[in-house]
Structures are given as structure tokens and as C-alpha cells.
């Protein structure tokens, strides 16, 4: 094989110790060195006293990160590589080998990179990874709260609709600080709640202990916290994407995404969409959300879908399925592929749509127009036109369309 690229290093890395191997035209070095920052850069003069162009290492959980960004720093160019596109063939597996096995892969031009975005956009994306995880762990507080006034027989959340609204968070709030009086209790209901008195008082009588009010008050003070850490995160990412406001606004127009979920999708993607994408598929590919490939002697067997960029991949999913009602055409797309495949792969395939839409609405800068509910069914009756008068004329007949006239 012809080489590519003369002085090449590759790195095995791990979460104390990295083992670099450097292959160049005067012949091979290999080093171990530990992963704390003062070695780090004794390898990366290392690495510029061989006079390297490239570095490849595999994408191994968050250790190639600061290794990533003091390369960045000296502008010598990386690659991150996924594991599964470099194994080597198996045998006797040393970590000076798996060094040695990618450096010889890089020299080669046999390594694909993976996508690794500026280190703004990276700041972006770990911000926004970090607010979609605090909201899920207020999420997590909420369902807490029902089980604890389950274990009360305390059935709040049988009469009104959200337990941690205005009207129950008073409620929760006294029963919390010791109030075990229904009809008190019934009293903070407001506006059209106030309707609902009687019932109040009757899911208001239970048996609630001192350790159920301890874990309520805990957990609402936990609730009330991560809130404003999320408000206070909220502010930050705005002030990060202030500059793509127009982008978010793009976004936004599709149904099924807000304003939080654009933001998340711009940390993923990036905001230079057409330069690392070359086609919405390319995107959709990298995100997890087409088809596997298996085939094998001419036959096309079933394939799961591939594995992506599991944060984009499970917030479109998320977002598919709440339009599932929506009459616009991406519920008329889930409610379709749901009657037939089933609703997780309805998620999918909407998903999939969504984010095509997002590459179309970025490259193009336009907003999003929605096909309309009925789409589907003007393709549908197109068809059985088209249909029903190629079978006439094959008996014989001529026949002239035309046009309904409007009722």
C-alpha cells in the first residue's frame, strides 16, 4: 500500500496512561506516557519534535479530550476515529500493538475521523447535554412525588392534572409543613379548581407519617433547586446561540420542536450545517436514524437501525412522538407508519423527517411550511386516478378526465 502521510503518530489511549507510537521514514518510536496534563504536554513536544502532521487515537469514552484540545491548541491535525472502523486482526493484543496497529492505519489513509466540532460548539454541546440531563433527573423528582403520596394514600394526582401546579404545590407545601386538614387543604384551589372542592377534600384524607413529610418537603426543595439551575443554564446557552438566533427561529417553526429542542439540535450538528454535511442523508446517517445494512448472499435481511449520535437521535425521538396527534403532515406521517409498523418505529421515521427538514430549512434558510394533514390522501387518490384509468384503457376505453367542480 502506498503511504499517505510520512509522519504519522497513533495513540491507544486510556483513562491513566496513553502508548503513542510514531512511525516516519527514519523508522518507529514508541512511548507510554500518563494521562495528567504535565505529561501531556511533554507529548505533544514529543510528537512536534518528530515533526508529525497527524495524530489518530480512538474515541474512547472522554479521554481523548484533552489530548484533542492540546492538539488543537498547537494546530497539529487529529483524527478521533470510532473503535469498530480500525480492529486489527485478532491475536496477541498488547496496547503497544493497538499504538503501532493505528499508526500504521493512519500512514495508510485507511482512517475515516469522526465528526469532532470546534471547541465553542463543543462548549455549547456539553452545556446543553448537561441541561436536558437535570431536567430529566426534575422529571425523575416528580414521579417521586406521586410515589410518596401513593404510599400516603394521598390521591392528588387522581383529581387534578398536575400535581406540581399553582393550586397542589400550595397543597403540597402544607401538607409538608404539617397541615393534615382536608377541608384546609381543599381551600388553596384556585380559579377552576375551586370547582373541584369536594373532590379535593375526599383525595386529600390519607395517612401521611413524619418521614412522608420529611422525603415530600426534601424532594420539593430538590425541585425547586434544579429549577433554577436550569433557568440559570437556560440563560447561558441563549447567550452562546445568540449570534444563530435566526437558525433557532427555523428550527423552532417545525412542529414538535421548541425553542430548548433547537438549541439542542444546533449543539449536535453545529451551525455550519452544508460544510460537515453533504446531504441531509449524511446527516441522518450520523445520527442513527436509517436502517442498518445486512445482506448477505443477494438477501436483504432486517437491520436495526445503526448507532448514532445518541443524544440527537433520542431527543428527535422524543419530539416525533409528541406530535403524534398534531393535524399537520408530520402526524399525519407517525399516525400513518403507526398503523402499520407499529409506534416506535412511527418515532423513527418521524424523527428521520424531522431532521431532514432541519438540513433543508439551515442550507436553504427559509421556514418551515407545513404539507398539510391531508397529503397523504391527495397522493392516495392521484394514484387510484392514475390507476383506475390505465385498467380502462387497457379494456379498450378512451377516457377524458376532469375536474371536479368546487360544491
Known amino acids: 500500500m502506498d503511504v499517505v502521510i510520512e509522519r504519522a503518530c497513533g495513540m491507544d489511549v486510556h483513562k491513566d496512561n496513553i502508548t503513542a507510537c510514531i512511525l516516519t521514514p527514519e523508522g518507529k518510536e514508541i512511548q507510554t506516557f500518563s494521562t495528567k496534563t504535565v505529561f501531556l504536554l511533554t ?33 497539529i491535525e487529529f483524527l478521533v476515529v470510532n473503535a469498530q472502523h480500525m480492529k486489527a486482526v485478532p491475536g496477541r493484543k498488547t496496547d503497544v500493538k493497538d499504538a503501532e496497529w493505528i499508526a500504521k492505519l493512519l500512514r495508510h489513509g485507511l482512517l475515516k475521523a469522526s465528526y469532532i466540532p470546534d471547541r465553542n460548539q463543543r462548549e ?34 387522581s383529581v387534578v392534572s ?36 369536594e373532590e379535593l377534600e375526599l383525595a386529600l384524607k390519607g395517612y401521611i407519617n ?37 437558525d433557532v427561529a427555523r428550527l423552532d417553526s417545525i412542529p414538535g420542536i421548541a425553542t430548548r429542542m433547537a438549541e439542542q439540535i444546533l449543539s449536535e450538528i453545529g451551525t455550519d450545517v452544508k460544510k460537515q454535511f453533504p446531504t441531509a442523508a449524511h446527516m441522518c446517517s450520523w445520527a442513527g436514524l436509517v436502517p442498518g445494512q445486512n445482506e448477505s448472499a443477494g438477501k436483504r435481511k432486517s437491520a436495526k437501525t445503526k448507532k448514532g449520535n445518541k443524544y440527537l437521535r433520542s431527543a428527535l425521538t422524543e419530539a416525533a412522538h409528541s406530535v403524534r396527534g398534531s393535524k399537520n403532515y408530520l402526524g399525519a406521517l407517525y399516525r400513518r407508519t ?52 390505465r385498467r380502462l384503457e387497457s379494456l379498450g376505453y378512451t377516457v377524458t378526465l376532469e375536474e371536479p367542480k368546487a360544491s
Open 43 to 75: 507529548l505533544v513536544d514529543w510528537i512536534k519534535q518528530h515533526n508529525c502532521t497527524h495524530v489518530a487515537m480512538e474515541s474512547t469514552s472522554v479521554y481523548w479530550k484533552p489530548i484533542v484540545n492540546l492538539l488543537e491548541a498547537e494546530d
Open 210 to 246: 413524619s418521614h412522608q413529610r420529611l422525603m415530600l418537603k426534601t424532594i420539593l426543595g430538590h425541585i425547586d433547586f434544579l429549577t433554577e439551575q436550569i433557568e440559570m443554564l437556560d440563560k447561558e446557552v441563549a447567550d452562546r446561540v445568540s449570534s444563530h438566533q435566526e
Open 162 to 197: 398536575d400535581v406540581l401546579g399553582v393550586s397542589a404545590r400550595d397543597m403540597l407545601d402544607a401538607i409538608a409543613d404539617g397541615e393534615e386538614d382536608p377541608e384546609k387543604l381543599a381551600n388553596f384551589a384556585r380559579r377552576s379548581m375551586k370547582k373541584k372542592k
Open 124 to 157: 455549547l454541546r456539553e452545556l446543553v447535554r448537561y441541561r436536558r440531563s437535570i431536567i430529566e433527573e426534575r422529571a425523575r423528582q416528580h414521579n417521586r412525588i406521586q410515589k410518596v403520596l401513593e404510599g400516603a394514600n394521598i390521591k392528588l394526582g
Open 338 to 389: 403507526a398503523s402499520r409498523k407499529g409506534k416506535k418505529r412511527a418515532g423513527i421515521v418521524v424523527a428521520h423527517a424531522m431532521l431532514r427538514i432541519s438540513y433543508y430549512l439551515l442550507t436553504r434558510k427559509e421556514m418551515y411550511v407545513d404539507l398539510g394533514e391531508d397529503y397523504f390522501d391527495k397522493q392516495r387518490q392521484q394514484s387510484i386516478v392514475r390507476h383506475s384509468l
